[in-house]
């Protein structure tokens, strides 16, 4: 009997924008091919007592502002579980509105602040001029990444020698107009601005399945003691 492989995939129901789920879909593909299975539980408004550490990947895809103002709400009460997951080097992947969630705030067309989970030091703020749309090229530790970009939110590390770019930009904008960097990383954390989605880039759908395995069996053996 193959092993289950758990996935908590944050706020399904509402953050899901462009095909975020294929990200999921392409993991638990290339996990059946290693011989495992995977459960991919929606964590929402509805869920009670999240942990976290009950899983071997975390996902948090887009959203649109209104999903996100709800999102933010309810995210307050799961954010010490997620912190503690992503300090414990555990692996989770935050697309757009999701990752825009790791921050302090963001900054909406509408005016509105959204306050974040505020576990990594970086903020999004909205600008007037333009919203960021189109096709996205990169350079990453695995290999150039395609994909496309839609947002209205820039986003800014606040402190660079804690978070590092996921990927140097080659076309598109990325994390802002400026920086000329796409995403970030932390520990096993990666965040991106990236739909496409993502994972339809082999390189870093690989890698991260990878990881996933590894989290697995750290747990299995963390159980079994
Ligand atoms: N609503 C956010 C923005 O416009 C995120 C968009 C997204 O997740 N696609 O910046």
């Not at 007037?128 to 395609?146: K, N």
Request: with cysteine.
């Amino acid at each position: 009997m193959s092993e289950t492989i758990k996935i908590a995939y944050l706020y399904e129901d509402l953050m899901n924008t462009y095909g975020d789920s294929g990200d999921v879909k392409i993991l638990s593909f290339l996990l059946k091919e290693q011989g495992y299975d995977s459960q991919v539980d929606n964590i929402s408004i509805d869920t009670k007592n999240f942990n976290a550490a009950d899983y071997d990947f975390l996902f948090f895809g887009g959203g649109q502002d209104f999903e996100q103002s709800v999102v933010a709400k309810d995210l307050v009460r799961n954010r010490e579980t997620i912190k503690d997951y992503i300090e414990a080097n555990k692996p989770m992947l935050c697309i757009c509105g999701g990752y825009q969630f790791l921050g302090k705030y963001y900054e909406t067309v509408g005016g509105d602040t959204i306050q974040c989970m505020d576990i990594l030091p970086m903020h999004t703020v909205f600008k007037a001029d333009s919203r960021m749309i189109g096709d996205t090229t990169y350079e990453t530790e695995w290999g150039t990444v395609h994909a496309f970009e839609n947002h209205s939110g820039r986003t800014y590390f606040d402190d660079k020698d804690k978070l590092k770019p996921l990927g140097k930009m080659i076309e598109g904008y990325g994390n802002n107009p400026e920086d000329k960097a796409e995403g970030m990383r932390y520990k096993n954390t990666i965040g991106s601005y990236s739909h496409g989605p993502i994972l339809k880039n082999e390189n870093i759908a690989k890698a991260i399945a990878e990881k996933i395995i590894t989290a697995h069996k750290e747990r299995m053996a963390e159980m079994a003691k």
